[in-house]
């Protein structure tokens, strides 16, 4: 079970770089990768996702790209938890879930909708340089190299009582232990 989550995982960051090469795969279908697959890699406080058919709730703001390239793939769910994605247009509608992804779009709002989120225990995924700084858990960023990595905040997973796994850690391109 765990190997197979480190495989997906990998593929993950294996297609990271073809996005930059391929039309076909974009850097919002590797970010939707990614989202896909992070669920698998946290742990959320109590009763979030005691029962092993209940379903993630992830909701989207701010990034219609990603959102509709995370929908075709959690319709293709192939065992594991299922991946209920949701857009999401104010801190009003956070109930319930356990991941938002914040797009650039909604950069001016990021410091309320990350504040919200993090007093839910929700974990926050953004996708710009310096989001860490406003309280986002994870951030997208593009490596030297093109590929589609990310980059974490320990403090504000703590926060919001979020354990993050090791093997996530160590397949980030940097980990900070407080706000960078």
């Not at 795969?25 to 109590?46: D, M």
Request: charge should be positive; glycine fraction near 8%.
């Amino acid at each position: 079970m765990i190997r197979r989550a480190l495989l997906a995982f990998g593929a993950a960051l294996v297609l990271a770089p073809a996005w930059g090469q391929d039309p076909s795969v974009t850097e919002e279908s590797v970010k939707a990768a990614f989202l896909y697959k992070f669920p698998g890699f946290v742990e959320w406080p109590a009763p979030a996702l005691e029962r092993p058919d209940e379903p993630v709730l992830v909701g989207v703001i701010g990034g219609n790209d990603v959102f509709s390239e995370l929908s075709l793939i959690s319709q293709t769910r192939k065992g594991g938890r299922p991946v209920v994605v949701r857009r999401v247009f104010d801190t009003s509608s956070f109930a319930g879930l356990h991941m938002l992804f914040i797009g650039a779009r909604e950069r001016a709002r990021a410091p309320e909708l990350i504040r919200a989120a993090q007093q839910q225990g929700v974990l926050t995924v953004t996708e710009w340089e310096g989001a860490l700084r406003l309280g986002s858990v994870i951030n997208f960023v593009t490596s030297a190299d093109g590929r589609v990595r990310f980059e974490i905040s320990l403090e504000p997973a703590e926060k919001s009582k979020l354990r993050l796994s090791s093997r996530l850690l160590a397949v980030a391109q940097q980990v900070h232990n407080t706000r960078p």
